[in-house]
């Protein structure tokens, strides 16, 4: 019974370069959650998605960054030509639904490092 | 001012001794307090979680307890093991619309050496 999969676990890209970020939610949870956690700092809210729906993209930046859950596949956390400010580490969690008394489970995450 | 402060930042404790890890929250209404161990290079795993009405939650040698009156959450751990060592995290979830969004801490560090 896999947990939440995100890959790559690490990954280093130089100044405008675009990172692209998966993420597997567990076997029957149709609902995705992206957050980022600068250094020393708590995690903060990204965007919610559902199966091709993005429901919440309210912590998300406007520009350069965009998120998708396809119908097939992983969910992609997607941020074009990055910069320093973007290195951080990027956590997915999913849910079988949003009630409140519904766990998040999160994965490992991954650890972006901008040149 | 961050809505969840968590103290002390960091704490060092031996192993086998008890520790208590403090929560304070100025997030209103809320739906739940959850207590969350992340180790290092990983994601959060949940300890206990919390409604506005329960005071008291254990989870083995975890155990967290919530006063809504004064807003401040705790989290006790006895006879502490060296895996008990990672940052601590609290959350809180507020109701209504958007409830799915989780307002975290910056978490506890805790480190425990034999």
């Known amino acids: 019974n896999a947990g939440v999969m995100q890959n790559p676990r690490h990954l280093v890209r130089r100044r405008g370069q675009e990172a692209r970020l998966r993420c597997s939610p567990m076997k029957g949870h149709s609902h995705v959650y992206w957050y980022r956690q600068l250094p020393e700092e708590g995690l903060k809210f990204m965007v919610y998605l559902q199966k091709e729906n993005i429901i919440d993209e309210s912590g998300m930046p406007k520009e350069r960054f965009s998120a998708e859950f396809p119908k097939e596949g992983p969910s992609i956390l997607r941020i074009q030509q990055v910069v320093r400010g973007d290195s951080a580490a990027y956590f997915c969690?999913?849910?079988?639904?949003?009630?409140?008394?519904?766990?998040?489970?999160f994965g490992p995450g991954t650890r972006l490092t901008v040149l | 001012k961050n809505q969840v402060e968590q103290s002390p930042q960091s704490l060092i404790i031996l192993e086998g001794k008890n520790c208590t890890l403090q929560c304070n929250y100025t997030v209103s209404p809320f739906s739940n307090l959850r207590w969350y161990k992340q180790d290092t290079g990983r994601g959060p795993v949940s300890l206990t979680i919390m409604t506005f009405s329960e005071n008291t939650k254990s989870n083995g040698r975890y155990t967290a307890t919530l006063d809504a009156d004064t807003k401040q959450s705790s989290l006790h751990i006895t006879a502490s093991q060296l895996s008990d060592s990672a940052s601590y995290i609290c959350v809180v979830n507020v109701p209504g619309a958007g409830s799915y969004q989780l307002t975290f801490g910056k978490g506890t560090k805790l480190s425990v050496i034999p």
């Open positions: 969690a999913s849910s079988p639904r949003d009630r409140l008394d519904n766990e998040q489970f």
